[in-house]
């Protein structure tokens, strides 16, 4: 009996794949209602491939910086309501956008587009950025 199994989940509908070229992992979020975002070390790289393949993912905010790397993710995009504050709501969150069949195909066809205008304005990031760490100097000459 599997790890699977024993928890009650059907074994075919775990699937575990090996090393994949990026086009073939990227490909394999069609088949991916929800990802459910690694805990006590966050996913980021892999959830902003998902989030880029329209694919939801459900994140538990973690205590340290790599614990909350998809959070600060989800956060910035303004996907506030996919990270979870204690072990039980990530449960929850993660049945609650899968029962949801229709939304999840919405969100599907509009993520990426929602995603990258959130989280895509470079020049504005940089301006920020230079402004920050200008007066950050100011303070640090100023000692």
């Not at 975002?37 to 959830?47: L, Q, Y």
């Not at 072990?87 to 069949?101: G, S, T, V």
Request: proline share 4%; glycine share 6%; charged share 20%.
């Amino acid at each position: 009996m599997t790890r699977a199994e024993r928890l009650g989940v059907p074994t075919a509908r775990v699937k575990l794949f090996g090393w994949q070229p990026y086009a073939a992992l990227l490909e394999a979020y069609r088949n991916i209602d929800v990802a459910l975002d690694p805990f006590p070390f966050s996913g980021c790289a892999t959830s902003a491939d998902a989030l880029w393949m329209g694919t939801p993912v459900i994140t538990l905010l973690g205590e340290t910086m790599v614990a909350r790397q998809t959070a600060s993710l989800l956060q910035h995009a303004g996907l506030h309501d996919w990270i979870a504050r204690s072990p039980e709501e990530y449960i929850e969150l993660a049945c609650k956008l899968a029962a949801d069949f229709r939304q999840l195909r919405l969100q599907r066809g509009q993520l990426r587009q929602h995603v990258l205008e959130q989280t895509g304005d470079c020049t504005t990031f940089a301006a920020e950025l230079e402004q920050r760490l200008a007066a950050l100097y100011r303070e640090t000459d100023a000692c």
